[in-house]
C-alpha cells in the first residue's frame, strides 16, 4: 500500500471528505495540518498554492474531488462500472457548484438572494437523484460512494454555518434520510468518535 500524506489547514472544510473516505476505505493516512502563520511560507511547494493536497509516495495529487475519486477508485468505492462512477462524479461536481454559491453567500451575506435559491434548486436535483435510488446511496450503489460521502460531509459543513440550520431538510426527507444513514455507516464511527472538534 502507498504511502499517503493528507495536508490542509487545521480545519474539517474541503479536507474533511476526503479524511472521511480514507476513513471509511479503512486506509491509513498522515493528515498534516498546517497553521495560517505557516502558509504563506509553504505555499510555493504545492502544485496550484492550493490545499488539500494528497502525497501518494511523494507524488502530489491535487484539487478535493480528484483526490477523493482516486480514493474511491484504489479502495472499491466508485461504484461496480464506469458509468455508476460517472454518475457519481457528477454528484459530486454539482454539489461543488453549489457550495461555490453557497461561499459567496457566506463572503457577501447573500443569504436570501443568492443561498436560498441556491439552495432549493440543487437540494430539489438530490432529492430525485435520491428517489431514484432504491438502496437509498445516491448513485444506486449496494454500499456508498465518494457522491455520498462529497455530500454528506458537505451538508454538515453547511449545518455549522447556516443560520437556519433546523430547517437544512424542510421538504427533503430523503436527503435527511440519506444524512443520518451516511453519519450511521459502521465503518465511519471510529473516526467520528476520534475526529478532532472544530466548528467547520
Ligand atoms: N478547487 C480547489 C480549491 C482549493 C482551495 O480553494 N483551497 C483553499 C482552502 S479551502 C486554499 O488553499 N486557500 C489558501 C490560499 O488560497 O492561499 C479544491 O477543491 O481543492
Not at 461536481?93 to 451575506?109: E, L, R, S, V
Not at 433546523?166 to 444524512?179: I, Q, R, S, T, V
Request: a negative charge; charged letters at 30%; proline letters at 4%.
Amino acid at each position: 500500500m502507498p504511502q499517503y500524506k493528507l495536508t490542509y489547514f487545521d480545519l474539517r472544510g474541503r479536507a474533511e471528505p476526503i479524511r472521511m473516505m480514507f476513513a471509511i476505505a479503512g486506509v491509513p493516512v498522515e493528515d498534516k495540518r498546517i497553521q495560517m502563520e505557516e502558509w504563506m511560507d509553504v505555499k510555493k511547494d504545492y502544485q496550484f498554492e492550493k490545499l488539500p493536497v494528497l502525497e501518494v509516495d511523494g507524488v502530489q495529487v491535487s484539487q478535493t474531488l480528484a483526490i477523493i475519486r482516486y480514493i474511491a477508485r484504489e479502495n472499491g468505492f466508485a461504484g461496480p462500472d464506469n458509468l455508476t462512477a460517472a454518475k457519481a462524479d457528477a454528484l459530486c461536481d454539482q454539489y461543488a457548484d453549489f457550495i461555490t454559491a453557497f461561499m459567496q453567500w457566506h463572503i457577501k451575506a447573500l443569504y436570501e438572494s443568492d443561498y436560498l435559491p441556491a439552495k432549493a434548486k440543487n437540494f430539489h436535483y438530490f432529492e430525485a437523484a435520491l428517489a431514484k435510488s432504491s438502496t437509498g446511496w445516491y448513485a444506486d450503489t449496494a454500499d456508498l460512494t465518494h457522491a455520498d460521502v462529497v455530500i454528506a460531509a458537505g451538508l454538515e459543513m453547511l449545518k455549522s454555518l447556516d443560520k437556519n440550520a433546523d430547517k437544512l431538510f424542510d421538504g427533503f426527507p430523503l436527503m435527511e434520510a440519506h444524512y443520518k444513514k451516511y453519519f450511521a455507516h459502521p465503518k465511519l464511527q471510529k473516526y467520528l468518535e476520534e475526529r478532532p472538534d472544530a466548528k467547520y
